[in-house]
């Protein structure tokens, strides 16, 4: 079946550009999570989702980022007044349950903001 | 709180040869331990999981990894590699049974293997 697709998979952004990525996670599962991977390194957790509601956000790294799933599937992940350091990789995974299960990971979204 | 640790940033090996992946994790509290692999302008692709049981978990593509837990490691092996296997592998760790509410994982910064014929 249909994996985890996001979209657009490459993005350049002016700074000050507001910009939104789109994760279409596997039908059916509870959980959506988005991490961000900086050049060299490994993913960090941003946010994350079972079914609508947004039960952690502790690892957005300011105000500018806002995410949602008002339906619980498709989700986006907004940035506002992008900056150069937000230039990174966004990796969108879900999990069938709510409980530790295998994460899926999408291609990821590649963002450069100049 | 968790961490990751992988000792080795880049791991140059020749074809055919073994190859040892170092991941060391710190946490106060019980974890789950996954080996994640990374193809260029690919997502992550998980290679094996160790969440209970036998302490050898195997995996895809020939891969093996041991959790040790006095010495909180969670190393990955393959006897014999190839060239296919050139790629960024990830080693995470997600605290087990985290009050039923996620399970976000924490991800080292990555080993590149590299597979020189």
């Known amino acids: 079946g249909a994996g985890v697709s996001q979209s657009p998979r490459y993005k350049v952004a002016k700074r000050g550009q507001d910009v939104a990525l789109r994760c279409d996670p596997i039908?059916?599962?509870?959980?959506l999570f988005w991490y961000q991977q900086a050049l060299g390194q490994g993913p960090e957790f941003l946010t994350y989702f079972q079914n609508e509601a947004q039960l952690d956000k502790s690892g957005l790294p300011s105000d500018r980022f806002f995410a949602e799933r008002p339906e619980g599937s498709v989700s986006t992940l907004k940035i506002q007044r992008t900056q150069q350091e937000d230039s990174a990789v966004y990796l969108c995974a879900s999990s069938p349950g709510a409980y530790q299960e295998t994460q899926y990971f999408g291609p990821g979204t590649r963002l450069l903001v100049l | 709180a968790q961490s990751v640790t992988q000792l080795d940033s880049q791991v140059p090996v020749f074809e055919e040869a073994p190859v040892e992946l170092r991941c060391n994790y710190s946490?106060?509290?019980?974890?789950?331990l996954f080996w994640y692999v990374q193809y260029p302008n690919q997502g992550l692709q998980l290679l094996l999981k160790?969440?209970?049981?036998?302490?050898l978990v195997k995996g895809i593509n020939g891969f093996e990894a041991e959790f040790n837990k006095s010495q909180t490691s969670f190393h990955l092996r393959k006897p014999s590699v190839h060239i296919s296997d050139t790629a960024e592998y990830f080693c995470?760790?997600?605290?087990?049974?985290?009050?039923?509410?996620?399970?976000?994982?924490?991800f080292g910064k990555g080993t590149k293997l590299s597979v020189k014929p």
């Open positions: 039908s059916g599962h509870v959980s």
């Open positions: 946490s106060s509290v019980s974890v789950y």
């Open positions: 160790y969440l209970s049981g036998s302490t």
């Open positions: 995470a760790v997600t605290a087990e049974n985290y009050g039923g509410s996620q399970g976000n994982l924490i």
